[in-house]
């Protein structure tokens, strides 16, 4: 694990790509309306699930690199905790989204959130450098956004 927080900024960039192409694979296979859909709409559609994606990983990291802004804390880590939280979630979801052939209850996004924002407050506090009342503030943010998202 600690090879990937010596990672180079390509290296970053791919691992950002991957999570982005799972969460938009998670999109796909939720839109249940998009198999007769013309191929206009389903570039639309792309473009509209890839900024999702980003916009995702955008308030998400932005959230904690504010929280984290006059702290010694290293950014890469903290980068690196977000996108394998948000992969293994989008992982989760495309698993459910695939064999389950009518639309997902609470109770499935309930587990995929925990297990992902689990992994990420695991991580931050595994590996992140800060004291700790900055460590509950991250957490603290990480449930609220398993809230945010379940809902």
Do not use: H
Request: a positive charge.
């Amino acid at each position: 694990m600690k090879k990937l927080y010596r990672l180079d900024k390509v290296s970053l960039i791919g691992v950002f790509l991957i999570y982005c192409f799972l969460e938009i694979i998670t999109l796909f296979l939720g839109d249940k309306k998009l198999a007769g859909a013309p191929a206009a709409a389903m570039k639309f559609k792309f473009l509209i699930f890839a900024v999702e994606a980003i916009l995702i990983f955008v308030v998400l990291y932005g959230i904690f690199y504010l929280l984290l802004k006059n702290t010694p804390a290293d950014k890469k880590a903290l980068f690196v905790n977000v996108v394998l939280g948000l992969a293994v979630t989008s992982i989760l979801s495309s698993i459910i989204f695939a064999f389950i052939t009518k639309d997902t209850n609470i109770w499935q996004k309930v587990v995929t959130g925990i297990v992902g924002s689990g992994l990420m407050i695991w991580l931050n506090w595994k590996n992140l450098k800060i004291d700790q009342a900055n460590k509950i503030k991250i957490t603290i943010w990480n449930v609220i956004w398993l809230v945010l998202s379940i809902v």
